[in-house]
């Protein structure tokens, strides 16, 4: 293990020759978090990006629960993914005959175990769930299907009558047997404890699939592929039911990085996959997650900042760069930012203050930051202008008036008056709503090619409707070189307008 205290060369080497292979369940259990549906063509994206990164196998849903579902299982099938395409089913024919209908490569069977949820649910003896379950694993094989049995809350099921049932799917021929913690009561060392005992007692493929109840999913997950778990089940941002289950990157990236396993995944796609899911499935990720969270390699503190300028990994773990999972290292500046980190995102789009100047750009940032603002490229740089007085704010784009229309019957149309370089300009635009027609007609302001809105995103500051609307807009150049700017304003066209000129003036003084 990397990045330990107590580093074992010997327990290194075993796992580097272990490649643990990756099971996403994004799709089913992922979609089961309360009040999420993902549409029918974001399902086949999600399933295509899923190859891309190299999962090796996705669960693409429940066939018999609804026919959408099984619709996009067969689709999913038919796409001719390298990964292998699985749907799951109770322990009834009827749902293992929908997923057969899908031409799926594998089908996953699971039947409680625990004594609370076979009473509770199914209302069947051990030993009629034990006789059902080899009836479905032998069903699955005889039409010719790779088969997974989970012996459903495996970790609240009493172990002797655990070893037997997954004897009994092992003797019908069943390929793997997932270990569900159904409902996240695990810890790592009973983890490691359970899976060490099932492979002496029931030597066999398994597969773990942990919630996240208590928040220990990640953990666990690892630590059963430490004590000899062959394969994991996760989904993209950790989704699925009550808390949720595994994370995909942040399991693969411990498993790689930290305890030197070898996995299949492209660990460059993991953070455009992340924002795939989050966009797809409306589950919204805070900033702080780990691996593929805004924050996760941005740095607002002065000391941090100086220290990753100088080397990385003097404040990121190293073993684990932002490049390695698709992200970008952030020097954001703000109430806590020093000298260092100010300079170096000036001197990157070509300001080089005397350190006088600088001195007084910085105390003017933490004046902003104090404030409660964070301090955007735009407003740096409208700092840095007015400080230098380099090319002011008065020679930039000024706003004259914004006018849209919009409704059930009209084309929502803007019209914007911006006087530019001391020439009054007005353009006109339609859109697919009034905020599209409006940031249309102010980029032709500067003519519709110049700049490229990279990112936009908006979202309601406080509760109501008369909430404030935060818009944030990444602009980019011809020469590829973007900046970010903010504004807030009650109305979602003025704040996105305001954010768009903001971006426009910070970058037009950068040309
Ligand atoms: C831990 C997990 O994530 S398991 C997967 C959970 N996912 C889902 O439930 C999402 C999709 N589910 C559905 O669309 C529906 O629940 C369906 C179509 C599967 C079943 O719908 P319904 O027939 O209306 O039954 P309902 O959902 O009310 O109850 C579940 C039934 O399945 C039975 N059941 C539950 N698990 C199993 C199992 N592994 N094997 C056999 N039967 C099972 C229950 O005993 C109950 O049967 P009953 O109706 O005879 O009492
Ligand atoms: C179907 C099974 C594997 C499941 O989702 C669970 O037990 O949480």
């Not at 996953?108 to 004594?115: C, E, G, K, L, W």
């Not at 913690?181 to 030597?203: C, F, H, Q, R, W």
């Not at 409006?438 to 519709?448: H, K, Q, S, T, Y």
Request: aromatic share 4%; with cysteine.
């Amino acid at each position: 293990m990397r990045g330990v205290v107590f580093y074992d060369p010997e327990q290194e080497k075993q796992n580097s020759n272990r490649t643990i292979t990756i099971f996403d369940t994004t799709l089913r259990d992922g979609e089961q978090t309360p009040g999420v549906t993902i549409p029918f063509d974001k399902k086949i994206e999600i399933a295509s990006q899923l190859d891309k990164l190299g999962v090796d196998a996705i669960e693409a849903g429940f066939p018999i629960s609804s026919p959408g579902d099984k619709e996009s299982v067969k689709r999913i099938a038919e796409l001719g993914l390298h990964a292998d395409v699985c749907g799951l089913a109770r322990s009834v024919t009827k749902d293992i005959d929908a997923c057969i209908d899908c031409d799926v490569d594998m089908i996953h069977v699971f039947i409680p175990t625990s004594d609370v949820q076979r009473e509770y649910t199914i209302k069947k003896t051990r030993e009629e769930a034990l006789n059902t379950a080899v009836e479905m694993v032998e069903y699955i094989k005889s039409h010719g299907f790779k088969c997974m049995f989970s012996p459903m809350d495996a970790t609240r099921t009493n172990f002797d009558y655990l070893v037997e049932i997954i004897k009994a799917a092992k003797a019908a021929g069943c390929d793997i047997v997932n270990i569900p913690d159904t409902v996240g009561v695990m810890v790592p060392s009973s983890m490691y404890e359970l899976i060490y005992n099932l492979k002496k007692n029931a030597d066999m493929k398994y597969d773990i699939h942990c919630h996240n109840d208590f928040g220990l999913a990640n953990a666990n997950s690892i630590t059963a592929a430490e004590a000899g778990a062959d394969q994991v089940q996760v989904t993209v941002n950790g989704i699925g039911e009550r808390a949720g289950n595994a994370s995909l990157a942040e399991v693969v990236m411990a498993l790689t990085s930290i305890y030197g396993f070898k996995t299949n995944i492209k660990t460059e796609y993991l953070t455009e996959t992340s924002k795939m899911v989050e966009k797809y499935s409306g589950i919204k990720m805070p900033p702080m997650i780990p691996i593929c969270g805004d924050n996760a390699f941005s740095h607002e503190s002065g000391i941090h900042s100086q220290g990753v300028l100088a080397k990385s990994e003097t404040f990121e773990p190293g073993i684990m760069t932002p490049e390695m999972v698709g992200q970008k290292r952030r020097i954001i500046l703000g109430k806590h930012a020093g000298r260092h980190a100010v300079l170096q995102n000036l001197e990157a789009v070509g300001i080089h203050p005397t350190e006088d100047q600088l001195n007084e750009i910085l105390a003017k940032i933490k004046e902003i930051g104090d404030r409660g603002k964070t301090v955007t490229d735009a407003d740096l740089y409208v700092v840095a202008s007015v400080v230098l007085g380099k090319k002011g704010i008065d020679e930039a784009i000024k706003l004259k008036e914004v006018s849209v229309m919009t409704g059930n019957i009209v084309t929502p149309t803007a019209v914007i008056r911006a006087e530019s370089n001391g020439k009054e300009i007005i353009s006109a635009q339609t859109g697919v709503g009034p905020v599209d027609a409006a940031l249309r007609a102010a980029e032709e302001i500067v003519g519709d090619t110049k700049y490229k809105i990279e990112e936009f995103s908006i979202e309601a500051i406080s509760g109501g409707s008369d909430s404030l609307a935060r818009v944030t807009i990444v602009l980019a150049n011809e020469r590829g070189k973007s900046v970010t700017a903010k504004s807030a304003n009650a109305d979602i066209v003025m704040a996105s307008v305001e954010a768009l000129i903001n971006a426009m003036n910070a970058l037009s003084g950068m040309d």
